[in-house]
């Protein structure tokens, strides 16, 4: 059985009357990405605070790496990393300057300090700029430093809240190739995000916050199989085989002007092979077939009563 690397049961915060955790529970396998998604004010944040020793929680049974919150916060702060939505780094001076001030904060020897330093200053691609002041980083160098110092500690657990805000794509798929690559490393990652294809993409489990409370937690596909509303959607340039493929296809939503049919469908494997078959059997050929089913996005606007987030595009020609 996989051991837990956060384990919360009951975790309760409230700021004067307001609620913003009410009893919320939470499992993190070690060596996994688990993102918690919801609106602005959700609490995610504040989630994050309390698991990594920033703000106590009023309540609940809270571990983090093997150890409990309340009795040994010192022994939590030891196995975590905390990059926070705004950069810690300092600007003032250098991106090397940074990492060994970090070193020096971890109580490391100065030859150790080094040493770890130009590891990590390689491996994040920031060497040519390491005697740079970090005022002069792009925003996507900065996040890099900013993760970069996250591990000076090594951490067995990262907590990352909205790392990629206001990256652009491709610095954001830089940063998705670093997620992946501390994971593979066996960390685990606790992932706030804004960006819903950025869970998607990356995290083993998702958890959706909202009122208080997690409004559904699983896969991504677990999630997106609580939404209704897939759908096949073939496209015709002949219209006797249009008209054909409607009157033989039954439950279908017409679109005349535009030849084509929306077909009420999980878009399994199952389901597709049944509906090319059928259309093999009658002789009907589709100029074009699309897949369509509830995204991430979907399941966000669905459990959070229509709150708006970036949004990618549904549909994939297959």
């Not at 990256?167 to 830089?174: A, E, I, N, Q």
């Not at 897939?230 to 493929?245: M, N, Q, S, W």
Request: no cysteine; net charge negative; glycine share 10%.
């Amino acid at each position: 059985m996989t051991s837990l690397a956060i384990a919360a049961n009951g975790l309760r915060k409230s700021y004067g009357d307001k609620v913003v955790l009410d009893g919320i529970d939470l499992a993190v396998p070690e060596g996994t990405v688990f993102s918690l998604l919801g609106p602005n004010g959700a609490g995610k944040t504040t989630a994050v605070k309390i698991l990594s020793t920033l703000v106590p929680a009023d309540a609940g049974d809270l571990r983090v790496g093997g150890h409990d919150l309340a009795a040994a916060p010192q022994a939590v702060r030891a196995a975590i990393g905390v990059t926070g939505q705004f950069s810690a780094v300092d600007g003032l001076i250098t991106g090397e300057e940074n990492m060994l001030l970090m070193a020096d904060l971890h109580h490391l020897s100065r030859r150790e300090g080094r040493r770890v330093t130009a590891e990590l200053l390689e491996r994040f691609d920031l060497v040519a700029a390491a005697r740079k002041p970090a005022s002069t980083y792009s925003g996507g160098m900065k996040r890099r430093l900013d993760i970069a110092m996250t591990l000076v500690g090594s951490p067995r657990i990262i907590f990352l809240d909205e790392p990629t805000t206001g990256l652009d794509p491709r610095s954001r798929h830089t940063m998705w190739g670093i997620i992946r690559e501390l994971v593979a490393d066996g960390v685990t990652v606790f992932l706030t995000t804004q960006y819903l294809e950025e869970a998607d993409e990356l995290a083993d489990r998702i958890a959706v916050l909202n009122d208080g409370g997690i409004a559904a937690e699983g896969t991504a596909e677990e999630l997106k199989r609580l939404i209704p509303g897939g759908h096949v959607r073939l496209r015709f340039t002949d219209p006797a085989a249009y008209r054909e493929a409607t009157s033989a296809l039954g439950e279908v939503t017409r679109d005349d002007e535009a030849l084509s049919l929306q077909i009420p469908s999980d878009g399994s494997q199952r389901e597709l092979r049944s509906l090319l078959d059928r259309l093999d059997s009658l002789g009907i050929e589709a100029a074009e077939l699309t897949v369509h089913t509830p995204d991430l996005d979907d399941v966000f606007f669905a459990l959070t009563g229509g709150t708006t987030l970036p949004s990618q595009p549904k549909e994939s020609v297959r």
